[in-house]
């Protein structure tokens, strides 16, 4: 069973606000573009992941929750994926106005940036998608700490909190056979697997991303896990 962590201000709206209006105004002063979070090699990895399940010749739709500064979109790019198939959501308006300013410098205009509040909002689709439902229609969701600071937010009269909603969120975006892939400092990989694999989303656990581990009081353990989950079929009776 995970353990939530206790709420704090990184499970705020406005401390999000906070950040990226600051970093918009560090971009637009000297060109900083802002924090990676969990670094660089993070990235790197989750886009090795991408590259091994998702080749770049197939024509999927990738959807980042949570997508900040866009350096995961940016290096997806770079990893040959197509612009137009890429799309960044994030609840802060000066989030997505950053990773647009960003784009504009990197040639990555295609990238879909939008403010979305993913667990009331459905992201919109991207121009070439079908557009009659917004459920059940992308191939691939990312996420890079994003359900880390969901799960900081006000907890309810149960001691949830939001983030008991994400699991479900996330299933309901992916088509059958889509994956979903998720980067985490606060959750153990026993711990992301209790939350999204339950018969509520049909995920079911795909693979795991190797990081740097470190050893204390004889307990082996990692900064941070990154997990894939596949969407399978409902099985028919």
Known sequence: MSIEPESSQLGTKQHWDDVYKLELENFDDNGNEGEVWFGE?????????????????????????GSGNGTLLFTLLEAGYNAATLSGIDYSADAVKLATNIASTRNADEIHFSACDFL????????????????????????????????????DEQRRS????YPQRAARLLKDGGFFLITSCNFTEDELKASFVTPDTGFIYHSRIKHRSFSFGG?????VSSVAFKKVAPTKE
Request: net charge negative; glycine share 4%.
């Open 219 to 223: 307990i082996s353990g990692s900064v």
């Open 120 to 155: 009331n909002d459905n992201p919109p689709l991207l121009s070439h998608m079908d557009q009659s439902s917004p459920l059940a229609c992308w191939d691939l969701l990312l996420d890079k700490g994003t359900y880390d600071a969901i799960a900081l937010g006000e907890k």
């Open 162 to 165: 939001p983030a008991y909603q």
């Open 41 to 65: 090699e993070s990235v790197e990895k989750m886009i090795d992941w991408v590259v091994e399940n998702i080749p770049s010749s197939e024509p999927s739709t990738i959807l980042e929750v």
